[in-house]
């Protein structure tokens, strides 16, 4: 199963990132796309999916949070990464109205810049969204027709705002957040209705620990290792086969990022 959401470029896997990465793989994990965040970020999950050659592959971009830390808005770093092969997708990008860490003017004008340079470099887009679905579908559904995909990465909006997207014809990101039946209680209700074709799983490592694993890490961080945990709770909420989910998310994975 691939992992479409890791940050393993976080400073909490400064000590045993390698014995994380071998979790993983005896997991069953067989690929994993690690988050290109910031200006910084970017280039090091870059780097690290070189060191990792057929197993890991990186996204490049700037997520809401810091599109204040973006002066120029051609995005010359993360055009340039994007040329990388192991660079598979633009993003994290998009908006998050939750913590307006970065001015909202701010956040638009930088999310519009990353999806008119996927558009420009053919590239899919990895999506965050939060509390800002309106404005988020305005800015982007006029590039829609123009990428080759884009993916809304850990979806944790209402049945209205997915049915929206699946409409717009977005792929959907489901993490741990399932595992949690106190928060997590919307999610569970509405994951069924995601269509086969358009549903990814990931853990979103090292946050969003599953709430219902057993037992839990002392570190209380999540890591790829645990995403069978994950998808087999997301077949048991759709009533279906976990290996049979397993291999249509890798399948739906394998097609979107061109892996």
């Not at 990465?21 to 005896?26: F, G």
């Not at 944790?156 to 399932?178: D, F, N, P, Q, R």
Request: hydrophobic letters at 40%; aromatic letters at 6%; proline letters at 7%.
């Amino acid at each position: 199963m691939i992992d479409i959401g890791v940050n393993l470029t976080s400073s909490q896997f400064d000590k045993d990132r390698e014995d994380v990465v071998s979790r993983a793989k005896e997991a069953g994990i067989s690929a994993m796309v690690l988050t290109g965040t910031d200006l910084e970020s970017s280039p090091e999950a870059a780097a690290m999916a070189e060191s990792m050659p057929g197993f890991a592959f990186s996204t490049a971009g700037v997520h809401p949070h810091d599109a204040k830390t973006v002066d120029d808005l051609t995005l010359p770093s993360i055009r340039a990464l994007a040329h990388q092969p192991q660079v598979v997708a633009i993003g994290e990008c998009g908006l998050d109205f939750n913590r307006d860490f970065s001015p909202r003017p701010q956040q638009e004008a930088v999310f519009e810049a990353h999806l008119k340079l996927a558009v420009e470099l053919n590239l899919p887009v990895f999506l965050h969204c939060r509390d800002a679905h309106e404005r988020f579908m305005a800015i982007l559904t006029p590039y829609l027709d123009k990428l080759p995909g884009a993916v809304l990465h850990c979806f944790t909006g209402s049945e209205e705002e997915l049915k929206a997207c699946l409409e717009a014809g977005l792929y959907i990101g489901i993490t741990g957040w399932v595992c949690d039946e106190r928060r997590g209680e919307a999610l569970r209700a509405i994951v069924p209705l995601i269509p086969d074709d358009k549903l990814m799983i990931e853990t979103d490592a090292p946050y969003l620990l599953p709430r219902d694993l057993k037992p839990k890490p002392k570190s209380r961080r999540n890591e790829p290792c645990y995403l069978p945990h994950i998808a087999s709770e997301i077949a048991a909420l759709r009533q279906q086969d976990t290996e049979q989910l397993i291999t249509q998310t890798t399948l739906n994975t394998r097609r979107f990022f061109g892996l």
